[in-house]
């Protein structure tokens, strides 16, 4: 498969996505859908960092499964470089999605516990990659990635209930970066982690982004994270894209209902504790 | 001035494996009547089981030692340990996760129902009454009576069990991350619900969280949590523009803060085992100030009024 090179990686046109229904009593013989995500167009350019921020239940989530192959939209097309990936077949799909790396939200869920992290890290390269890759290649490919996360090499004899939260969700980042994605989607990477262990956690997105400059889509709900991943912001509320921007931007002069609230929640926050750092 | 907590040298801990891990390990703590005290700490470091100690939830297996008294009644006593009268009635709590804490089964009125029943054997048509005074403090109106938790939003659900906690009339709440479930823009209005409710009813609140900016804007004073142990406590100004001890400042330098994007800087390494005994102050190894005095475990040093820190240099605080 030869790709051409357009200037976004991912691109998303009125995209209108959702689930399937069972309704109770007598209705339930014919499904119907439900619907989360609203005629979405989205673009996400090379080396770009976007925040997807919304409140629970907006569809930000969803919006993650139509973009990672795993939900197919009830209309519209979903382009990862030129390919609209809902018409490929599956094996050409699954070639292309490997651009994407893809960060679960929960550390403590989202690992195999019968898999050592050797083996674990290992798999998306086995998967993915790269049919007659060498063994010793795979290896040190696996060394390197630990220790571009910050773990020492001793952890991929371990297993994930031996690591803490913070070491988790380094592996999981390592996962996803294994086979060197053009685009980093990150699921509430710290949503799940101490204050102390976030801050660790988002300097290594920030240093990642330095050394190789993948795309990077972020989704939460908390702006303060959102502001130090993230160069422009995508508001979801009522299934739709309610506002979007340059972060800064956004936040000095908020549109929406979601980020009104969120930014003077802030504001009021700092006032309150006359923080001054 | 009435006492409502008195904490002295309190020990909680568990037997796992046949060895003794003390969650808390050693807390001398006095909380005033009709105050609210946020414990803050990183997880893992007692603050769940200090919660359960004052609210009488701890699990049979559980172990203590030192003391707890709640107004004039002592709960813990050594190993002995007795609630009587106590849980429901004078302490109530506000657990961590509103979605797995109510009963799917049961409708808002009846949570309402069993709780008040099992306190003071009320019956439904009083239980309906004490819920339709209590839902309008907490800005829910009469018609959640009918819900079951699952129609109400994660926000609704929090202020359900903040109106069933008050419902018993208790005077001391323990809230425990009662953020931590809820977006981060709802966050300071259930927080500010809770100080709201705190300085009505005049409560004694203790809130237990992470969460150090949003959590903290309703607090009187602030207690920071370490491996088992309480290293600097004091009004929530002073600790939070004068941290005395060095965990404190790092604890503040590591959290975001909207509208400031400079580099974050992380706390380096983790907290010590809680199956260990150490000798040496509990923070020596993430500590960038250690010099030798912090092998033997720091006395409290006493900052100014009602300010205290578990730290050898608090008093000089090259940290500022």
Redesign the interface.
């Known amino acids: 498969m030869v790709m051409k090179n357009p200037e976004y990686i991912i691109k998303l046109e009125n995209v209108t996505a959702g689930y399937l229904i069972t309704p109770p009593g007598i209705r339930s013989l014919i499904k119907t859908r439900y619907i989360v995500l609203k005629n979405i167009n989205l673009s996400v350019n090379k080396s770009e960092r976007i925040a997807i921020v919304g409140s629970s239940g907006s569809g930000k989530t969803t919006l993650l499964k139509v973009i990672l192959g795993l939900l197919k939209p009830f209309s519209g097309r979903v382009f990862i470089y030129e390919y609209d990936i809902y018409r490929l077949p599956w094996r050409e799909r699954v070639k292309i999605l490997k651009k994407i790396g893809y960060v679960p939200q929960d550390p403590f869920k989202s690992l195999n516990p019968m898999l050592r992290v050797k083996d674990i890290l290992r798999e998306p390269l086995e998967a993915h990659v790269i049919r007659g890759y060498k063994e010793s290649k795979i290896e040190s490919k696996v060394k390197s990635i630990v220790k571009l996360v910050g773990l020492p090499e001793k952890v991929l004899e371990m297993y994930p209930e031996e690591l803490s939260g913070g070491m988790r969700q380094r592996v999981l980042i390592a996962r996803a970066l294994v086979s060197e994605p053009e685009v980093l989607i990150l699921d509430e990477p710290t949503s799940a982690l101490d204050v102390s262990v976030q801050a660790q956690i988002i300097n290594l997105i920030n240093d990642i982004y330095e050394q190789f400059k993948p795309a990077i889509l972020l989704v939460t709900h908390d702006l303060s994270i959102a502001q130090y991943i993230a160069d422009r912001i995508i508001v979801i509320e009522n299934k739709e894209i309610v506002e979007e921007g340059l972060i800064d931007n956004v936040l000095s002069n908020p549109q929406s209902h979601f980020m009104k609230m969120a930014v003077s929640s802030y504001k009021d926050n700092k006032n309150k504790l006359k923080l001054e750092f | 001035m009435v006492l409502a907590i008195v904490m002295e040298n309190l020990k909680v801990g568990y037997i796992i494996e046949d060895e003794v891990f003390w969650a808390v390990k050693g807390v001398d703590l006095v909380v005033e009547e009709g105050t609210t005290l946020c414990i803050i700490g990183?997880?893992g470091c007692g603050k769940s089981t200090l919660a359960s100690a004052i609210t009488g939830i701890l699990p049979p297996y559980a172990l203590t030692d030192g003391k707890l008294k709640l107004f004039d009644h002592v709960v813990i006593n050594g190993q002995l340990r007795n609630y009587n009268g106590i849980r429901g009635k004078i302490t109530a709590y506000i657990p961590q996760n509103p979605g797995t804490s109510l009963n799917p089964f049961l409708t808002v009125e009846e949570h309402f129902y069993y709780v008040l029943r099992s306190n003071f054997k009320s019956d439904r048509e009083f239980s309906k009454k004490i819920a339709m005074e209590i839902l309008p403090k907490v800005n829910l109106d009469s018609s959640v009576l009918e819900k079951y938790p699952h129609e109400l939003?994660?926000g609704m659900q929090q202020r359900v069990i903040i109106a069933l906690a008050l419902a018993t009339n208790a005077q001391i709440l323990v809230a425990d991350e009662p953020t931590s479930f809820i977006?981060?823009?709802?966050?300071?209005?259930i927080i500010e619900l809770l100080g709201r409710l705190q300085r009505e009813f005049k409560k004694t609140l203790i809130v237990i969280t992470?969460?150090?900016?949003?959590t903290?804007?309703i607090c009187d004073y602030i207690a920071i949590m370490y491996a088992g142990k309480i290293m600097e406590v004091g009004p929530?100004?002073k600790v939070?523009?004068n941290p005395r001890h060095p965990y404190t400042k790092?604890?503040?330098?590591?959290?975001?803060?909207?509208?400031?994007?400079?580099?974050?800087?992380?706390?380096p390494g983790?907290p010590p085992s809680l199956g260990k005994e150490y000798q040496a102050c509990l923070f020596l190894d993430r500590c960038p100030y250690k010099s030798k005095e912090c092998y033997s475990d720091p006395q409290i040093q006493v900052i100014e009024n009602s300010h205290f820190s578990k730290c050898w240099k608090a008093l000089e605080a090259p940290w500022l």
């Open positions: 990183e997880s939003s994660g977006d981060a823009h709802l966050r300071l209005q992470h969460d150090l900016l949003t903290s804007t929530r100004e939070l523009r790092m604890l503040l330098e590591t959290t975001p803060i909207l509208g400031v994007k400079k580099r974050l800087k992380p706390i983790e």
